[in-house]
């Protein structure tokens, strides 16, 4: 019996090779995650330049990645990187309502649906912290605004046959409708 050592050679370098560049893809989408989340902070303070500094950063992050990695799908469809593509997708969302009263695609990068939905389905939440802030500051109207906009995703996304990670998040969407609609009822009993 002989075991055939120049195949496993072969295995182990295409695994050493893999692991290098896994590593490679979990710190830069890691890094992306990161200047995704500090775009939506900016937004939150009100700050529509800087997070449209660093939504650019983080859309170039993730733009060299696919290039790099596009022909491996083991390492264009990691985790990390999948997690990092919807943080972008909220955080660009986000930001186009912030800016045009609207919500639409994403361009110049791959985005699944499943990624899509996700970040989208983030979305309500981010809706609801900036609402409490605009109610905090007597803004009623824009206040029904956020609110008829997260019910208008949650109202698209019912549509969606979403099953597992994707109904979790569904349902995150619909709590945060739900407690928006609570804050549209306090702040007209205030009037």
Known sequence: MSLDKAYLTKLKKDSLDYSEKRRDVIKQSDDALHVSKRAIFAMHRDDLKEAKRKLEEAGKLLKQLEKKYSKDKRLSSEGAFNAAKEEFVEATLFYQFQTTGKIGQISGLIVSTETYVGGLCDLPGELLR????????????????????AQEIVGELIEFNLTKYSRHKFDQAKNAVQRLEQVVYEVSMRK
């Open 130 to 149: 900036y609402a409490i802030k605009l109610a905090t500051d007597g803004e009623v109207k824009i206040v029904k605004k956020y609110a008829e906009m």
